[in-house]
């Protein structure tokens, strides 16, 4: 297992959900981790997951929306082989449900953290002659989803992006792909039905799940293995594009 050896990989949002998934296999894969996240106690447990197993890994705690300690943090590690932009935050509501601070607060994380990452990766990736990114987008970027306006304000931007970096890269062996999942059984999930239908929490857990054709959630593994196939050289000849892991529900959803 090591079609990511040697490799050091920074996953934002590493500590929980998906991005916890994908530094594990990552480090599974042999790369060195660096976990950026903003939740301490999770980012040292996947820490010690990984070292548990034999594997690498270092996790810095700041706020992914603040420029300047993106910034530090990186050049902090010196060279990277790949990044996995996955840190982000969700919104239920439309545009009369939306007030601006809940605009700003959702632009923050998902929209100008990955800008930040982006900004201090790519010199980086420029000196060592090449580097693999992968943005975390949503189907939300790609169909109309209710009550969902800032989320999928967010992933549009993610989505638009990846196309631009990759565009913009190409010449300097830097590829750039996105993954646009469908829903996906994380705590995030589990915690938001817990707060919003208490006593509901098994109807709607369902509802949510059936919305997929396939009929259940992704689960973040099933996530990270895409990421690995992106970032690994079995992708080499792919740039550019979004991978919409979504169980039907873009094409199947009539």
């Known amino acids: 297992m090591s079609k990511l050896k040697g490799k050091i990989a920074i996953v ?7 991005g916890k998934a994908i530094s594990l296999l990552f480090a599974s894969e042999g790369a060195t981790i660096h976990i950026l996240d903003l939740n301490k106690t999770g980012a040292e447990e ?3 997951e990984i070292v548990s197993l034999g ?3 270092y996790i810095s705690i ?4 603040d420029h300047q300690e993106v910034l530090t943090a990186v050049q902090a590690i010196g060279k990277v082989d790949i990044l996995v932009n996955n840190a982000g935050i969700a919104h239920v509501g439309n545009i009369e449900n939306c007030k601006e601070d809940d605009f700003s607060r959702v632009f923050d994380v998902n929209v100008k953290g990955a800008y930040n990452a982006l900004y201090a990766v790519i010199p980086q990736m420029k000196v060592n002659k090449g580097g693999v990114i992968l943005n975390l987008a949503s189907i939300a970027a790609i169909v109309g989803i209710s009550d969902r306006f800032a989320y999928s304000m967010s992933k549009g931007a993610i989505y638009a992006m990846t196309l631009s970096i990759a565009r913009d890269y190409i010449n300097d062996n830097i590829r750039c792909n996105s993954i646009s999942p469908a829903r996906v059984h994380t705590p995030f999930v589990d915690g938001f039905i817990a707060k919003n239908y208490p006593g509901k929490e098994e109807e709607i857990f369902d ?15 099933e996530i990270a293995k895409l990421a690995l196939f992106l970032c690994s050289d ?9 991978y919409p892991i979504d169980g039907g529900f873009i094409k199947l959803n009539n």
């Open 62 to 65: 700041l706020n992914i929306a």
């Open 12 to 18: 934002t949002g590493g500590g929980s959900g998906i």
């Open 207 to 221: 509802k949510l799940a059936l919305s997929q054709p396939i009929g259940r959630m992704a689960k973040p593994n």
């Open 234 to 242: 079995d992708a080499a000849f792919i740039t550019g594009n979004d």
């Open 55 to 57: 594997g690498k890994a």
């Open 46 to 48: 996947v820490l010690h």
